[in-house]
Nanobody
Framework: QVQLVESGGGLVQAGVSLRLSCTASGRTFSTYAMGWFRQAPGKEREFVAVISRSGGSTYYADSVKGRFTISRDNAKNTVYLQMNSLKPEDTAVYYC?????????????????WGQGTQVTVSS
């Protein structure tokens, strides 16, 4: 069992940066691929980024590529999402999730554990 807790969301203006953190309980954090998803009001939850168990491989949604960076610190059981050049369309609840799948899981059903989410609101 893995429990995930996100933090770092907030209300910001367009163009600024935010860093989200997600800390996992337990001693098996490094055995999971970790992903970030987001869900805007009235929309389905969508993939944002994923990082491999070692941190050596990452994959991004086209909408955030070049602006967002996912990273992890296995010693701290934490995964990060650095979000730069934020846009109003980035407004959503952001979730981190842990996956037992190998490769670069990008679908909601490929993830086994989810955090409660953190709100990110970007004003124009």
């Amino acid at each position: 069992q893995v429990q995930l807790v996100e933090s770092g969301g907030g209300l910001v203006q367009a163009g600024v940066s935010l860093r989200l953190s997600c800390t996992a309980s337990g001693r098996t954090f490094s055995t999971y691929a970790m992903g970030w998803f987001r869900q805007a009001p009235g929309k389905e939850r969508e993939f944002v980024a994923v990082i491999s168990r070692s941190g050596g491989s990452t994959y991004y949604a086209d909408s955030v590529k070049g602006r967002f960076t996912i990273s992890r610190d296995n010693a701290k059981n934490t995964v990060y999402l650095q979000m730069n050049s934020l846009k109003p369309e980035d407004t959503a609840v952001y979730y981190c999730a842990a996956s037992n799948f190998y490769g670069s899981p990008r679908n909601v059903h490929e993830y086994d554990y989810w955090g409660q989410g953190t709100q990110v609101t970007v004003s124009s």
